[in-house]
Structure formats: C-alpha cells, structure tokens
C-alpha cells in the first residue's frame, strides 16, 4: 500500500526539536542537514532538506531518516545498516540516507563485520560503508539479497513511515 507523503523543506532549528541527537554535531547547508558522525564513521551523514512531514497536534511533524536502521540477514544482530549513496563532498566522506530502493551504497556499523570486504569504499571506527553490488558479491546470495532490499527494506520503510503519519 502506497503512502502518500508531503515533502516540505526543514530548517536546521526545525530538525534539532525533532532528533534526540545533540545540536552540536549538525550545521545546514543549502541542500542537506549535515549529521557529522565522528564516532561510527567518521562521516557527515546527509539528510534532505526537503523532508516528509505531517501535522500533528497544532505543529508540523518531521521524518527523522536519522534514526531509521535495518538489520539484514547474514550480518551479526549486532551490526545495524544504513541506505544511501557515498560521496566525497566539502566535508569530507558523505553518506546521503536514502530510501532503500534508491540506495546504492549501505553502511554497516556497530563494526563486528567491516573487515570482511576489502573493496569497501570507507572505513569508519566502527562502520563500513559498501557499494550494494559489493555486498551481492561477497554474500553470494544475490537472487535472495535483491528481493530483500527490494521488498522486506523498502516495506520497512514504508511501514515506518506509515507510523509516522498515523503517529
């Protein structure tokens, strides 16, 4: 089932009163919300601007793709993973969060399964970031791993984001 979602752009300040994270680790630009993630992978994690949003009560809500993970079969319960493209960028190594359909790149962290692949386009303290089709070659599993992004992660997000707007 389809979500229809509105799209607004969101301020710094509008983000910070929506995120559990502490202000002193985001600026803006004029495109992203700027997550600087020094402690799992030395990142700037980027965030849309234009963000999902609904109103709830007498204020606009956000979606908060910050805080959304998923956890994928043949990875440790441990290791949480990320969807987005990374980039090189004015600050650095760039991880943009996307949805998982438009991913091509995730990030594993919590660290216990970096090492595994040596053609990992970054490493973090604690987190890798890997290309999708990487990631195919290394599990062997492509058939099954496909449909997975393709259903059981986008689902995800979408049942997350029907959350949100049922909130």
């Not at 979602?5 to 509008?14: D, F």
């Not at 994928?72 to 600050?91: R, T």
């Not at 943009?96 to 399964?113: H, R, V």
């Not at 062997?140 to 986008?154: D, L, V």
């Amino acid at each position: 089932m389809a979500i229809y979602r509105q799209k607004t752009p969101i301020s710094l300040e509008e983000y910070r009163f929506e995120t559990y994270e502490p202000a002193w680790r985001f600026e803006e630009d004029q495109d992203y919300i700027i997550f600087h993630d020094d402690y799992y992978s030395n990142t700037a994690i980027l965030i849309d601007r234009d963000a999902y949003f609904t109103t709830r009560g007498n204020r606009i809500r956000y979606f908060d793709m910050l805080w959304l993970s998923y956890k994928l079969p043949f990875l440790p319960e441990e290791d949480n993973v990320k969807f987005g493209n990374f980039f090189i960028s004015d600050y650095g190594p760039s991880f943009f969060l996307t949805e998982p359909k438009d991913a091509e790149d995730i990030m594993i962290y919590n660290g216990s399964t970096y090492y595994v692949w040596p053609s990992a386009k970054h490493n973090g303290r604690h987190a890798i970031i890997v290309a999708i089709d990487s990631w195919f070659g290394t599990i062997q599993e492509t058939e099954r791993f496909h449909r997975i992004i393709n259903t059981k992660c986008q689902a995800e997000f979408e049942e997350n984001l029907s959350r949100f707007y049922r909130g």
